[in-house]
């Protein structure tokens, strides 16, 4: 096998037909054989039958002939009885029974013709046709079945058929075995001295057989020196293989340069597939693990953009709620400023009324000082007045008692007012600078809240942004990912490119070794 399977296509071609040349012959032989052998089978059986046409006619000739009737006329003129017949006078009442004739004509030249002839019966009176066991199982198929003329059987080595032979009327069958009171001699018995045994018309009888062997009558047929079909097949089967052979290697020739030229150009094409497969996978495998690590990348990013998303907008809901302290802080300073310019006017109006008080004070003080002058200049005239004036300048001391005490109360309280006045003063300017501290704070209030309103605004822009730059992120971290997924399909496509083109190289190899043979 090794040294065929080295062998160019041409040879294996040229080989093949020649095998499958010989494997049809050999089957065209074979059917013809076997057709043959069922041909030669069928014309034994149409011989069979030609045989047993020939005796049926041969038995109808001689009924019609008058059969038996002329010879029991004769015979019972000269005899009394059957015992006086001679042999020679049985044989010539035996030629006269019609069945007996063609038992006589089926059993003539049957070895010359190449068959057997054979009768059988249950009930003979001949005890050498007795049928066998095999024999009885075909009689009583026809005993069974009125309607069956013809039964064969075909066997490797041998080829029968059988056909009933029934009493007949019209053939003077009951001349022989009707009733027994039609007896020729009177005494129940036929003319050969047979007992009757009244039969009717139809009544199965015995059975015909023509046996034919097969081998015999091969080997007679080949004898005669006739041609068989199946020579004139080998012959014919033969030559169209010669011819067949000639024709597929002329054709064959031109078809196996193009098929060389075709692997020729197939190899050099796989061998660029080859190459090309590579270059594809090794590009397609540093483009997926690119893309993974930029897959892997763009998560990160898109992680730390969500932290960054998170944080501004927090620091937005935090802007958000220090523009709202702010702006209530606005509020409580806006009060507080009122408060302080009210407690400035307060101060301002408690300033005009303490001064107002040391004016009242002076006032005061001024009229003690008159009221003392006055005591002074009562005492003095009390004293000029004597006796007479003593109540007068008690009084008149009282008065300048009282009037010394107002002069120091009033004292007193000016210089109480005048401290509270300073101090009001102090207070007053004071609470003027606290009023312009409270307008600078609420100032700074109102400038905070400004900005933080600003902040919250800014970080809600921050945060929109920020929003559109994750979705961007996300859409292009699915995109990245899909693209680590198509190249990983790329790669996987051009290691199976890669396989397939090897395989193809390899295909291309055999196919080459077998065009061309193992070199």
Known sequence: MKWFSGRGLKFKF?????????????????????FNGVQFR?????????????????????????GLQPMIERYTKLYTDSSQLTEEDRKIILQQVPIYAGMAIGASESEKEHYRFR???????????????????????????KNLQEFIINTENEVSVYRPVRLKESFGCLTCHGHPSTSPWKNGKDILGYPMEDWKDGKLHGVFAVHSNVKEAKAAEISK??????????IFVFSG?????????????????????????????????????????????????????????????????????SMVK?????????????????????????QIQELVHSMTQISADSKKVVEITAVIDDIAFQTNLLALNAAVEAARAGEQ?????????????????????????????NESAARIETGEAQAQKGG??????????????????????????QSRGIAQIGQAMNQLDQTTQQNAAVSEEAAASAEELSSQSTKLKSSVDILEGVVFGVK
């Open 42 to 66: 069928s014309s034994l059986v149409d011989k069979a039958r030609t045989i047993h046409s020939r005796l049926n006619a041969a038995s109808r000739y001689v009924a019609n002939q008058g």
């Open 436 to 461: 312009a501290v409270f307008e600078e704070i609420l100032e700074a209030v109102n400038r905070m809240a400004e900005l933080n309103g600003n902040i919250s605004e800014s970080s809600e822009e």
């Open 389 to 417: 004036g003593k109540g007068f300048a008690v009084v008149a001391d009282a008065v300048r008692g009282l009037a010394q005490r107002s002069g120091e109360a009033a004292k007193g309280i000016a210089a109480l007012i």
């Open 225 to 234: 020196g006739d041609s068989s079909p199946t020579t004139f097949m080998a």
């Open 14 to 34: 040229i080989c093949s037909v020649i095998v499958s040349c010989m494997i049809c012959a050999m089957c065209a032989l074979a059917t013809g054989l076997y």
């Open 314 to 338: 927090h620091n937005s809901e935090s802007a958000k709620e220090a523009a709202a302290l702010a702006l209530s802080a606005t509020k409580v300073a806006s009060l507080g400023g009122k």
């Open 119 to 145: 009768v059988f019966s249950d009930e003979p009176r001949d005890k050498k046709n007795t049928a066998t066991p095999v024999e009885m199982e075909i009689f009583k198929k026809f005993e069974q079945d």
């Open 241 to 309: 293989s010669l011819v067949s052979l000639v024709i597929a290697a002329f054709f064959v020739k031109g078809a196996l340069g193009q098929l060389q030229d075709v692997s020729k150009v197939l190899k050099e094409s796989g061998e660029h597939v080859e190459k090309a497969a590579q270059q594809i996978a090794e590009s397609s495998s540093s483009l997926s693990k690119a893309s993974t690590v930029q897959a892997s990348s763009l998560e990160e990013t898109v992680a730390t953009m969500e932290e960054m998303s």
